[in-house]
């Protein structure tokens, strides 16, 4: 099938820190494409891959499952730790999920997290319906392009196949079990009003890590894509000043995190 426009997946050669840029649910490498290209104009290495089943139609998501998701971005992550000495993670909503789950499993060879209104639980009330649901009722609405900012839009689905659903649920309670597992600084940034994931994600996620270097941002001006919204530039910014913080060796010679290379963050 032919991609949607700005569904490609992004690769940029960089020094030698990596960040892994995970795009979220029915949507595409789009949604978070600014993001990438602002760490890669920095200088770092970026990968950010197309998650199977996603930026075509949503009927090829609905064949696909949590695991053949995680799988790419693993192998993704495992290409860049061959690549880097340093690599970081990094993902918008579903995205966020599976940077923590990557965080969880590969450990020491993650120097960072950053996520943007990750995402833990769902919350509709139909959710604890989905095991029998999906195979009653084919797809329900979409969840796409929930931001402020006038005439920005995010490309994805404008269904959501119920059985994917199920297996992002799956996702969730798996890495919610996961997450005392997460030891990596971590930088969360989070949106007070999303209606797609609601900000006590966040506190649950950050309640269960077992990170001690956690930062936590609201963005107050954004609604779920914080990423293509009023925010935008501040969570790019906040998201260079963190990996600088961490792997300083990535500043431009004479730039100091928080000037005009980190956007002033």
């Known amino acids: 099938m032919p991609l949607l426009p700005g569904a490609e997946p992004f690769r940029r050669d960089g020094g030698e820190v990596g960040v892994l840029v995970c795009h979220g649910f029915t949507g595409s490498p789009q949604s978070v494409r600014p993001w990438a290209d602002h760490l890669a104009d920095q200088g770092l290495t970026v990968a950010l891959p197309l998650l199977p089943g996603h930026g075509t139609r949503w009927q090829d998501l609905g064949i696909t499952t949590w695991q053949d998701w995680y799988a790419e971005v693993d192998r993704e992550l495992r290409a860049l730790t061959e690549r880097c000495t340093k690599v970081f993670v990094c993902g918008?909503?579903?995205?966020?999920?599976?940077?923590?789950?990557?965080?969880?499993?590969?450990?020491?060879?993650i120097s960072g997290v950053a996520v943007v209104n990750p995402a833990n639980k769902l919350h509709d009330a139909a959710a604890p319906l989905?095991?029998?649901?999906?195979?009653?009722?084919?797809?329900?609405?979409?969840?796409?392009?929930d931001i402020a900012k006038p005439g920005a839009k995010e490309v994805g689905y404008d269904r959501v196949p119920l059985q994917a659903a199920y297996s992002m649920r799956r996702l969730f309670q798996q890495v919610d079990s996961e997450l005392p597992g997460v030891t990596q600084p971590l930088l969360v940034m989070t949106s007070p009003q999303?209606?797609?994931?609601?900000p006590v994600d966040s506190e649950r996620i950050l309640s269960r890590v077992s990170s001690?270097?956690?930062?936590?941002?609201?963005?107050?001006?954004?609604?779920?894509?914080?990423?293509?919204?009023?925010?935008?530039?501040?969570?790019?910014?906040?998201?260079?000043?963190?990996?600088?913080?961490?792997?300083?060796?990535?500043?431009?010679?004479?730039?100091?995190?928080?000037?005009?290379?980190?956007?002033?963050?």
Not at 92 to 109: F, I, N, P, Q, V
Not at 136 to 142: D, E, I, Q
Not at 194 to 198: F, L, S
Not at 250 to 255: E, I, K
Request: aromatic residues 6%; glycine residues 10%; hydrophobic residues 45%.
């Open 130 to 145: 989905l095991p029998v649901l999906r195979y009653l009722v084919r797809t329900t609405n979409g969840i796409a392009s």
């Open 194 to 198: 999303d209606h797609v994931v609601p």
């Open 212 to 265: 001690t270097d956690v930062r936590h941002k609201l963005l107050e001006r954004s609604y779920h894509v914080a990423t293509l919204d009023h925010d935008a530039e501040q969570i790019f910014a906040d998201t260079f000043a963190f990996i600088a913080r961490l792997a300083p060796e990535v500043l431009p010679g004479g730039v100091k995190e928080g000037t005009a290379a980190s956007g002033g963050a």
């Open 92 to 109: 918008l909503s579903m995205g966020g999920t599976l940077a923590l789950r990557l965080a969880a499993k590969h450990g020491d060879a």
